[in-house]
């Protein structure tokens, strides 16, 4: 087995620009996108104008609805909690002094770390290799390893039935076989 995880390889980069053309880092300053395809090195710049902010802004204020929900259920949000995260970021968008969002957090969804390292305990100690006796020792090296590397969660939750037990031990329900049958039965 190939305990090596492969590197994605990146195949665009996005970029934004000032109304000089320039890159720059600062939504604040941008005014346009690029978009860089990799492997040919075809570039596209936009600008939007007229409608076409409209129709931008009415997709991203959908898409960050979506996101600033899901957030929320990430973290147990009831439907109640769903709506305020939804209006406080919509908030401190509008009046006079709107707020641009803290681009230097981590992206992606929240994982609760210790509840991830139990589920990979649960599945390590069914497939056999390591002992109940031993879940407190290894729990506490993957909570180690996390601290020091967020990118081996991603490695932990690859780990066949892990997700399952990390379902199961947060009070979601991970789908059966019999609950996949009978949606094609």
Request: aromatic share 4%.
């Amino acid at each position: 087995m190939n305990t090596q995880v492969e590197k994605v390889e990146r195949v665009a980069k996005h970029e934004l620009l000032d109304s000089a053309g320039t890159v720059t880092e600062r939504f604040e300053d941008a005014v346009a996108i690029r978009y860089t395809d990799i492997a040919s090195g075809d570039v596209i710049d936009f600008e939007p104008k007229g409608e076409a902010q409209r129709m931008l802004a009415l997709f991203g204020a959908r898409t960050l609805a979506t996101n600033e929900a899901s957030a929320s259920r990430q973290k147990d949000g009831t439907s109640a909690d769903q709506m305020d995260a939804i209006r406080e970021r919509f908030a401190g968008m509008s009046g006079d002094e709107p707020k641009w969002v803290d681009r230097t957090r981590e992206g992606g969804p929240r994982i609760d770390q210790p509840t991830l390292a139990e589920s990979v305990v649960d599945q390590m100690v069914i497939d056999g290799k390591w002992t109940e006796d031993e879940r407190a020792t290894k729990v506490a090296k993957m909570l180690e390893t996390m601290k020091a590397d967020a990118k081996k969660v991603t490695v932990l939750r690859s780990l066949p039935g892990v997700e399952a037990h990390y379902k199961r031990r947060k009070g979601g329900k991970a789908a059966s076989a019999a609950d996949i049958a009978a949606l094609v039965a």
